[in-house]
């Protein structure tokens, strides 16, 4: 059988404010997803992109992996009913000192979702159980059997400029609280900015993490390294998600599109 190849998404937020460019709103995301379901792709697991890329596992069908950076409130005020409805599994990179910073105060409300940068600025004045995850939330999704959680490290730093101390604690720190609080292993990392250097790399290998994710441009295919994980960044459009979808996953048009984006 011929293995296709596996895009993974990159999606931030999920909310109404169209033209934030890190942003889906709802109607285009629950567009995208039906989508999928429809059309009968397959929604994998971290776990089972990886087993596809050692060519252990080949799906029968299309096959796609939906990834969240940073773990925003609004991911489950609109992304998640949305997961829900069309039974598609999803994985979240959260940034545990926010999470746990959400989850230490009250007040979190669904009443209002701001934009990106309003949001930024909210983490940054100590205000983030506003626009982030807590713990709990964390939790009730993940017992949803749709939704997993791992590492964007401990506080959203770029990891290409940190010293080696540094490193071990933000990727170090993020595992062990992660693993704490969940009570299952996080052995997968997202870096922060798509920031990363070699020895960045060797420091995850160290603290046992098995798969980093990127910023870089591109599908998976059998053969790819899992420490170099590429991904596509989702447009807030319908048409552009279904057209991208079918060259993504087909073998010859996706390195066909790939060698002429490069150029």
Request: charged share 30%.
């Amino acid at each position: 059988m011929t293995m296709n190849t596996v895009p993974v998404l990159m999606y931030h937020h999920v909310n109404p404010h169209h033209g934030d460019i890190v942003t889906v709103t709802p109607r285009i995301f629950g567009e995208q997803m039906r989508y999928l379901r429809e059309s009968g792709y397959k929604t994998l697991t971290v776990s089972e992109l990886l087993s596809y890329a050692r060519g252990e596992y080949c799906p029968k069908e299309k096959a796609v992996v939906v990834t969240f950076d940073d773990g925003w409130l609004d991911n489950y005020i609109y992304a998640f009913r949305v997961l829900e409805e069309y039974a598609i599994r999803a994985t979240v990179f959260i940034v545990t000192d926010r999470t746990e910073g959400a989850s230490e105060k009250t007040g979190q409300t669904a009443a209002s979702v701001p934009k990106h940068r309003e949001s930024k600025a909210l983490i940054r004045n100590g205000e983030e159980e506003k626009v982030v995850l807590n713990w709990d939330l964390v939790r009730k999704m993940t017992e949803s059997g749709l939704v997993e959680f791992y590492s964007h490290t401990k506080s959203h730093r770029k990891c290409d400029s940190l010293s080696e101390e540094e490193l071990f604690e933000e990727l170090g720190e993020s595992k062990r609280v992660m693993e704490e609080r969940l009570g299952r292993p996080c052995p997968y990392l997202c870096w922060p900015y798509g920031k990363y250097n070699d020895r960045a790399i060797e420091i995850a290998k160290e603290l046992g993490y098995k798969a980093l994710f990127t910023t870089y441009h591109g599908v998976v295919k059998a053969g790819s390294d899992p420490f170099a994980i590429k991904r596509i960044v989702v447009k807030d459009k319908g048409e552009w998600f279904k057209r991208r979808m079918v060259v993504y996953t087909n073998i010859m048009l996706s390195g066909l599109y790939l060698a002429i984006k490069k150029k």
